[in-house]
């Protein structure tokens, strides 16, 4: 699945763990949350990506004891089949989960995987 990764750890700031295959994808990323409402949950389709915001499943909590949100932009056919939030916290968690649960209490930032 092709996707821009954006959150944080338990000690380790906002960060992008996956970049959709983009050198900086940061510009992709802020172009597509910019057309959408802040809340702490948020699907929305932007041309032919998805964005979704959502809080940390298991509840996971950085070190100041706030729950950790993970915000995602879906590219490709993968996109095409998220019509909602829910559908994206399914398709896509499932696909990110176990890194996360390898990274987030570590203490250095983990690397950016494409």
């Known amino acids: 699945m092709r996707l821009i990764w954006a959150t944080r750890g338990r ?5 992008f763990l996956r970049t959709g295959e983009y050198e900086d994808p ?18 929305g389709r932007v041309d032919d990506m998805v964005a979704l915001r959502f ?4 509840e996971r909590q950085d070190a100041s004891g706030r729950v950790i949100p993970h915000e995602f932009v879906v590219f490709g056919p993968e ?4 019509d909602s939030l829910d559908d994206g916290r399914r398709l896509v968690w499932r696909e990110v989960a176990q890194r996360f649960e390898d990274v ?4 250095e930032t983990p690397p950016a995987l494409g």
Do not use: H, K, M, N
Request: with cysteine; proline share 11%; glycine share 8%.
């Open 11 to 15: 000690t380790w700031g906002f960060r």
């Open 26 to 43: 940061l510009g992709v990323y802020e172009t597509v949350f910019s057309q959408l409402d802040d809340q702490p949950e948020v699907w």
């Open 79 to 82: 996109a095409g089949c998220i």
């Open 104 to 107: 987030w209490d570590r203490p």
């Open 55 to 58: 809080p940390d499943p298991d």
